[in-house]
């Protein structure tokens, strides 16, 4: 048996009898024998073993730390519906003007503008105010 097979043998017995194979192993391997005395005196280290305390602003740097994280998150939010916003009001515009100038592709005359109609109003806005002053 190889030297990963034995470890992996000593780690699954918790108690029970290793194979003959590993045994045999461990007889003519000093480094699993020492792995196996290690793993041997594990759970008693582990039991000296004691949680170190955590600082007294621990709560409070990690809920900082957490509204620091948050905060671009909600930004990044508003920036995707500003753009989605955008790109909307850009694809209204940009079907718009082409479905007018696409019109003489059909065979249609483009609409005329009123330009002359709205200076006669101006003119006669003029007028009328241009005679009280």
């Given at each position: 048996?190889s030297?990963?097979g034995?470890?992996a043998?000593?780690?699954?017995a ?9 045994e ?13 005395m ?13 949680a170190?305390?955590p ?6 740097r990690?809920?900082a730390?957490?509204r620091?994280?948050?905060r671009?998150?909600r930004?990044?939010?508003l920036?995707?519906q500003?753009a989605v ?5 850009l ?7 082409w479905?007018?100038?696409?019109s003489w ?14 200076l006669d109003?101006?003119?006669d806005y003029?007028?009328a105010?241009g005679?009280?002053?």
């Amino acid at each position: 048996m190889s030297c990963d097979g034995t470890r992996a043998a000593l780690s699954a017995a918790t108690g029970a009898p290793l194979p003959l194979q590993a045994e045999a192993h461990l007889a003519s391997c000093s480094e699993c024998r020492a792995w196996a005395m290690a793993l041997d005196r594990l759970p008693d280290r582990l039991s000296d073993w004691t949680a170190p305390e955590p600082p007294e602003d621990f709560e409070a740097r990690v809920l900082a730390r957490v509204r620091r994280l948050r905060r671009p998150a909600r930004v990044l939010a508003l920036a995707a519906q500003v753009a989605v916003f955008i790109l909307g009001a850009l694809a209204g515009f940009a079907g718009a003007q082409w479905a007018r100038d696409a019109s003489w592709m059909r065979g249609e005359r483009p609409p005329e503008t009123a330009v002359e109609p709205a200076l006669d109003v101006t003119d006669d806005y003029v007028a009328a105010f241009g005679r009280h002053r």
